[in-house]
């Protein structure tokens, strides 16, 4: 196990690139999903669980954890790794998605953003230092630094505004990051859908020298067509030598075509979120078991599935103890989707390496266009 952070790429096929992140607490093999741990807990599944899946990291949320239980508060008990029971490495945000997405009252400014907590209406500033102070508390391994994320669609003055400003707090989030061996801070791509905005911004981060870099502002409104068409060239103004996170992007389709453009990193809500609401991603793509058409239903969800939902329940099962609302349901769905997810990223970093990347992304494409057959 490495003592420094480190990123190696073991194979390419086009632009696609498979290989393995370095940490202290261990390696992250690559293209990976990082399951998203908001306030310390990836809903509805134990932390021994989540790794079983085959997750090598989580992501943990500054924003969420500041708020409830604090930042002070986590360090005075031992860190996050500790407080969660999860050893592995861990990912946190900078708050700063959240802080536009779930705040009514804020008010941005050079220094940071002021806001009320969408909790209880408490007064908080966040600002490049102490979003970087929180991160360290918590002990994460990879740092985002902060960042102003504009929802799309945006007039170019506003993006550009904003990238800009980004720009000035990715380096502020430098200086307060400091040198800390072991732990990595990642610079985050802004600009929206302009290539030339895209462009500077990644001219300033590479100025400011990063462990990693991601790509943002990209799944907030624009539709996986633009968003595509973003990717066809924002990976590539980025180093090569590092690793590229595209933040908040998990459906799966997005996975695969951002992963043939060359991101090596994901994360999103969406495999837990949709298991608490009854839907399952699978290879013959999303099924809604709280469809009566599952109520006698003897198969398991997915015949090639090896996940607890799969390997011991029906499909009648699944649909019954949602419909009933039972506690089990979203487990059951959580594990299996968080499962697909880790055999989704195997299966594409087994075809990087071996050289059958398109076959892989034809034959994905075909099963979920050929969807869930009812063959009973």
Request: proline content about 5%; some cysteine; glycine content about 10%.
């Amino acid at each position: 196990m490495s003592n420094t952070f480190g990123f190696s790429i073991s194979a390419r096929q086009g632009r696609a690139r498979t290989g393995v992140v370095s940490t202290p607490k261990g390696e992250i093999r690559t293209p990976a999903f990082m399951p998203v741990g908001t306030a310390a807990t990836v809903k509805a599944m134990m932390p021994e669980n989540v790794r079983a899946t085959g997750a090598d990291i989580l992501l943990g949320n500054t924003y969420h954890l500041m708020l409830r239980p604090g930042a002070e508060r986590i360090h005075n008990l031992g860190g996050l790794h500790r407080f969660m029971n999860w050893d592995r490495p861990i990912l946190t945000d900078s708050g700063g998605f959240q802080v536009m997405s779930l705040t009514d009252l804020r008010k941005l400014t050079e220094e940071g953003v002021k806001f009320r907590s969408h909790i209880d209406g408490s007064e908080h500033n966040l600002t490049p230092e102490r979003s970087m102070e929180i991160q360290k508390l918590l002990g994460s391994d990879i740092v985002m630094c902060f960042d102003e994320c504009p929802a799309l669609p945006a007039d170019r003055k506003r993006i550009e505004e904003s990238m800009q400003l980004s720009m000035r707090w990715a380096q502020r989030s430098r200086d307060a990051f400091g040198d800390r061996p072991g732990y990595a801070l990642f610079g985050i791509q802004q600009g929206g859908l302009e290539e030339d905005l895209r462009a500077q911004s990644a001219e300033a981060l590479r100025s400011i020298e990063f462990d990693g870099y991601a790509i943002g502002g990209l799944a907030v409104g624009e539709g996986q067509e633009a968003m595509f068409g973003c990717l066809d060239y924002a990976p590539g103004q980025l180093p090569e030598d590092k690793p590229r996170y595209l933040m908040g992007v998990g459906k799966p389709d997005d996975i695969v075509g951002a992963v043939q453009r060359g991101v090596d990193m994901f994360d999103c809500v969406l495999p837990s979120r949709s298991g608490r609401t009854g839907q399952a991603q699978t290879r013959m793509g999303a099924i809604n078991l709280r469809n009566a058409r599952h109520k006698d239903d003897p198969r398991p969800l997915d015949a090639e599935c090896s996940c607890p939902a799969c390997a011991n329940y029906s499909r009648a099962y699944l649909h019954h103890v949602i419909k009933s609302q039972e506690i089990i349901g979203s487990m059951l769905l959580t594990w299996h989707n968080l499962h697909y997810y880790q055999e989704l990223m195997a299966g594409l970093r087994g075809a990087i390496a071996g050289g059958t990347l398109d076959d892989f992304v034809t034959r994905f494409h075909a099963r979920r266009a050929e969807g869930d057959l009812e063959i009973l």
